[in-house]
């Protein structure tokens, strides 16, 4: 079973994100008080999430100490496998995402960080995108079922 170790949001894009200890989940819209909330191409796109092994094996390999919250996804797990969650279902209280595909890491995140080829090493390690089902909230600490 999976648990939220951190929720990580901004308000305005390009700005630096920061940490809350409870979100609200919008179906059709995404985390009120996100940058994106409302303001998305495609449903896939309504919340974002990162596997805190996959952050913690970038900094070990890279020799950085790297915050989860710099990676700019939006709810940092740990204990389950985000990968292999592609095109299935997770509930987390009412919550209920459909994990719809690898989130590549991109080149202003390279920037931003200043590590040369960083978009390499986080190929298919730097999160999923995911469609709000169900609205609700969630709070760091809360535990992630998968559905059958």
């Known amino acids: 079973m999976g648990k939220i170790e951190a929720i990580n949001i901004t308000n305005i894009s390009e700005k630096n994100t920061f940490y809350v200890n409870q979100a609200i989940l919008e179906k059709g819209k995404g985390i009120v008080n996100d940058r994106y909330y409302g303001n ?47 095109n299935k279902k997770i509930i987390i209280n009412e919550v209920t995402l459909r994990i719809c595909e690898i989130c590549q ?18 190929l ?11 609205s609700g909230s969630l709070s760091v600490g809360d535990y992630i079922k998968i559905q059958k």
């Not at 996959?54 to 100490?65: A, G, L, P, S, V």
């Not at 991109?106 to 040369?116: E, F, G, N, S, V």
């Not at 298919?124 to 089902?133: D, F, P, T, Y």
């Open 105 to 122: 890491p991109c080149k202003y995140l390279q920037d931003r960080l200043k590590i040369p080829g960083l978009v390499k090493m986080l």
């Open 124 to 134: 298919n390690k730097s999160g999923v995108r995911a469609e709000i089902l169900t």
């Open 40 to 86: 998305f191409k495609e449903k896939k796109e309504q919340v974002t999430l990162i596997n805190l092994e996959e952050i913690n094996n970038f900094n070990n390999q890279t020799k950085q100490n790297i915050d989860a919250k710099n990676f700019r996804r939006n709810i940092i797990i740990s204990g389950i496998n985000l990968n292999k969650l592609i």
